[in-house]
């Protein structure tokens, strides 16, 4: 199978899940999707065989800092452009040259995904090393226990955010 | 007191996390139902250094040596990931023979890293002589990385553009010596594995993975390409100069860990063969470009072939002059999860070699996994379930 061919067969997959036209490289097409349908668009990839699961990634997107002198601007409740002010999920599937990203936002005070442990056992590593780096809470992945990080690291303290500083511990 | 009604009762043998004898700290629970066992689980994080976060506190050009420093043994896959990552970003391509010679290092590290392994799986067979030889062997390549970039380990060859030193006639000359010594050596070595009885005897049917087991848990590298899964960076998305110097994808079909020794053995023979063919059409030209402070806003994926397989990166740019997020996702954390799947109903003898198959790399990937169940146990070390293992199979 060519590139242009892999590159029809996961837009076919996933156009019925994919929100906004895809964005496309020469090795790559992201979808961003709704976070509902993130199992079933992963079932299709995978009940199809269209290569692996290759990484979960963890994004944050804060709400942009306001120009020296201007107002700070309130971040609105509801979040606006796609990419301000949320978490965002990365589901990085491989297959030969092509990376197919499925991109799935939420908000920092709904920060939920559904697992995807169901239909790929194997990422159960990657949706915990999500939610203690991110603090994005994987809804139903069979092992929350912590992965990464000490068993004495502070609850709620999710080290890969951007207003992350360091731990203020008393030396 | 309990009331409630035992299950069966199995026995949990700790392993680790400190431990003599393996190099790295892991620590290993390992089930057991009398001498089979039933369950595995693996902690690791023990040398988890937070390098992610790291990178986005430093520039672009540091962030390459912090990320390097990543694995000791393929450090140089990983700045060469990196390093094309950020040259995606910013647009521009490495000159011909900077990206030769990206995959002549390369190559030699995957020498290096495939002998190392050797080494490393035999010992834990208990097959000393053989661990012997092929360190000794290794040594050779050990000598020619540092005569070409002046290091034994993190070469600290790439520069944000190409690469940091040309390679001249004596160099190339010390290489072919190198890789003329070790061909036969490997020849060897192949018969070794394939016909000495006693290690048959810990290889040939132990760890068995079929192609769909390989394929579903996602494995990488010769892990999966010792099940007949054809996943090879290389091959599959040719990076730097992998386009004018193309490799074989060798894989074998038994899954066993005998097929891992065959498979990494014949790479070696594909990567003489690529570094013998770069060193005589070693591309004339420049060995860097320049690449800006500042790296235009953007993502990229950067995947490239480590000698334990995919190495993949994720690189994302504000525009600002340090990264704005770096995502590493090593070949050993895809691997792990294969020794979990076929290690129940092993000998709990056959567990160090399960584990040193798919040559494991706790710096690169530490993260994991530990189920607790409410048993008796007993700590033991690696070192005495190596002894356990060879006693058992004397």
Same mark, same amino acid.
């Given at each position: 199978?060519?590139?242009?061919?892999?590159?029809?067969?996961?837009?076919?997959?996933?156009?019925?899940?994919?929100?906004?036209?895809?964005?496309?490289?020469?090795?790559?097409?992201?979808?961003?999707?709704?976070?509902?349908?993130?199992?079933?668009?992963?079932?299709?990839?995978?009940?199809?065989?269209?290569?692996?699961?290759?990484?979960?990634?963890?994004?944050?997107?804060?709400?942009?800092?306001?120009?020296?002198?201007?107002?700070?601007?309130?971040?609105?409740?509801?979040?606006?452009?796609?990419?301000?002010?949320?978490?965002?999920?990365?589901?990085?599937?491989?297959?030969?040259?092509?990376?197919?990203?499925?991109?799935?936002?939420?908000?920092?005070?709904?920060?939920?995904?559904?697992?995807?442990?169901?239909?790929?056992?194997?990422?159960?590593?990657?949706?915990?090393?999500?939610?203690?780096?991110?603090?994005?809470?994987?809804?139903?992945?069979?092992?929350?226990?912590?992965?990464?990080?000490?068993?004495?690291?502070?609850?709620?303290?999710?080290?890969?955010?951007?207003?992350?500083?360091?731990?203020?511990?008393?030396? | 007191?309990?009331?409630?009604?035992?299950?069966?009762?199995?026995?949990?043998?700790?392993?680790?996390?400190?431990?003599?004898?393996?190099?790295?700290?892991?620590?290993?629970?390992?089930?057991?139902?009398?001498?089979?066992?039933?369950?595995?689980?693996?902690?690791?994080?023990?040398?988890?250094?937070?390098?992610?976060?790291?990178?986005?506190?430093?520039?672009?050009?540091?962030?390459?040596?912090?990320?390097?420093?990543?694995?000791?043994?393929?450090?140089?896959?990983?700045?060469?990931?990196?390093?094309?990552?950020?040259?995606?970003?910013?647009?521009?391509?490495?000159?011909?023979?900077?990206?030769?010679?990206?995959?002549?290092?390369?190559?030699?590290?995957?020498?290096?890293?495939?002998?190392?392994?050797?080494?490393?799986?035999?010992?834990?067979?208990?097959?000393?002589?053989?661990?012997?030889?092929?360190?000794?062997?290794?040594?050779?390549?050990?000598?020619?990385?540092?005569?070409?970039?002046?290091?034994?380990?993190?070469?600290?060859?790439?520069?944000?553009?190409?690469?940091?030193?040309?390679?001249?006639?004596?160099?190339?000359?010390?290489?072919?010596?190198?890789?003329?010594?070790?061909?036969?050596?490997?020849?060897?070595?192949?018969?070794?594995?394939?016909?000495?009885?006693?290690?048959? !005897?810990?290889?040939?049917?132990?760890? =068995?993975?079929?192609?769909?087991?390989?394929?579903?848990? %996602?494995? @990488?590298?010769? #892990? &999966?390409?010792?099940?007949?899964?054809?996943?090879?960076?290389?091959?599959?998305?040719?990076?730097?100069?992998?386009?004018?110097?193309?490799?074989?994808?060798?894989?074998?079909?038994?899954?066993?860990?005998?097929?891992?020794?065959?498979?990494?053995?014949?790479?070696?023979?594909?990567?003489?063969?690529?570094?013998?063919?770069?060193?005589?059409?070693?591309?004339?030209?420049?060995?860097?470009?320049?690449?800006?402070?500042?790296?235009?806003?953007?993502?990229?994926?950067?995947?490239?072939?480590?000698?334990?397989?995919?190495?993949?990166?994720?690189?994302?740019?504000?525009? !600002?002059?340090?990264?704005?997020?770096? =995502?590493?996702?090593?070949?050993?954390?895809?691997?792990? %999860?294969? @020794?979990?799947? #076929? &290690?129940?109903?092993?000998?709990?003898?056959d567990v160090p070699m399960l584990i040193a198959g798919i040559d494991p790399c706790f710096s690169c990937n530490d993260r994991l996994v530990t189920v607790r169940r409410r048993s008796t146990a007993e700590t033991w070390t690696w070192a005495k379930l190596r002894q356990y293992g060879i006693e058992y199979y004397r």
């Amino acid at each position: 199978m060519d590139l242009e061919q892999t590159v029809v067969a996961a837009e076919t997959l996933l156009k019925p899940f994919t929100v906004g036209a895809p964005s496309r490289e020469v090795s790559r097409i992201d979808v961003v999707i709704r976070r509902a349908d993130l199992p079933a668009a992963v079932k299709a990839l995978v009940d199809a065989r269209w290569g692996y699961l290759a990484a979960i990634t963890g994004l944050d997107h804060p709400w942009p800092k306001p120009k020296p002198g201007a107002k700070p601007a309130e971040p609105p409740a509801e979040p606006v452009g796609p990419i301000e002010d949320r978490l965002e999920a990365l589901y990085q599937f491989v297959n030969g040259a092509l990376v197919a990203t499925l991109r799935v936002s939420v908000t920092y005070h709904d920060a939920r995904v559904p697992s995807i442990c169901s239909i790929i056992p194997s990422a159960t590593l990657y949706e915990r090393e999500l939610h203690e780096m991110f603090g994005i809470i994987v809804e139903g992945t069979p092992d929350t226990g912590r992965l990464l990080l000490p068993d004495d690291w502070p609850d709620h303290t999710y080290p890969l955010r951007k207003s992350f500083k360091g731990l203020n511990r008393a030396v | 007191m309990d009331t409630q009604q035992e299950p069966r009762k199995t026995f949990v043998v700790p392993i680790g996390p400190q431990h003599p004898a393996l190099k790295e700290p892991g620590h290993f629970e390992i089930t057991v139902d009398g001498e089979i066992v039933t369950a595995a689980t693996v902690r690791l994080g023990y040398v988890h250094r937070g390098i992610e976060k790291g990178v986005e506190q430093r520039n672009w050009a540091q962030a390459m040596y912090m990320l390097e420093r990543i694995c000791g043994i393929c450090s140089h896959v990983h700045a060469t990931a990196y390093a094309l990552g950020v040259e995606a970003l910013a647009g521009v391509q490495a000159p011909p023979r900077a990206q030769a010679i990206r995959v002549l290092v390369a190559e030699l590290e995957r020498v290096h890293s495939h002998l190392l392994w050797l080494g490393v799986a035999a010992h834990e067979g208990g097959f000393d002589t053989l661990f012997m030889y092929s360190w000794r062997d290794r040594e050779m390549i050990m000598d020619v990385l540092e005569g070409l970039t002046g290091n034994r380990v993190n070469y600290s060859c790439n520069v944000l553009g190409g690469v940091k030193f040309d390679v001249d006639d004596t160099q190339a000359d010390a290489i072919r010596r190198a890789v003329d010594f070790l061909e036969p050596r490997t020849h060897h070595y192949l018969k070794v594995v394939t016909t000495d009885e006693t290690l048959i !005897g810990r290889t040939r049917n132990v760890g =068995k993975m079929t192609f769909l087991e390989a394929e579903t848990l %996602g494995t @990488v590298g010769p #892990t &999966a390409r010792a099940s007949g899964v054809p996943r090879d960076i290389r091959v599959d998305s040719p990076y730097a100069a992998y386009p004018d110097f193309p490799v074989k994808t060798i894989t074998a079909t038994a899954g066993d860990l005998e097929a891992k020794f065959v498979v990494r053995i014949q790479e070696l023979f594909e990567s003489y063969r690529v570094i013998r063919e770069i060193l005589d059409k070693l591309p004339a030209g420049d060995l860097a470009v320049r690449v800006k402070p500042r790296v235009p806003p953007g993502e990229t994926v950067s995947r490239v072939e480590a000698p334990r397989g995919e190495l993949f990166y994720f690189l994302k740019s504000a525009g !600002g002059p340090n990264p704005d997020r770096v =995502k590493v996702r090593t070949p050993s954390l895809c691997n792990w %999860g294969s @020794v979990l799947a #076929t &290690a129940p109903g092993h000998k709990l003898a056959d567990v160090p070699m399960l584990i040193a198959g798919i040559d494991p790399c706790f710096s690169c990937n530490d993260r994991l996994v530990t189920v607790r169940r409410r048993s008796t146990a007993e700590t033991w070390t690696w070192a005495k379930l190596r002894q356990y293992g060879i006693e058992y199979y004397r």
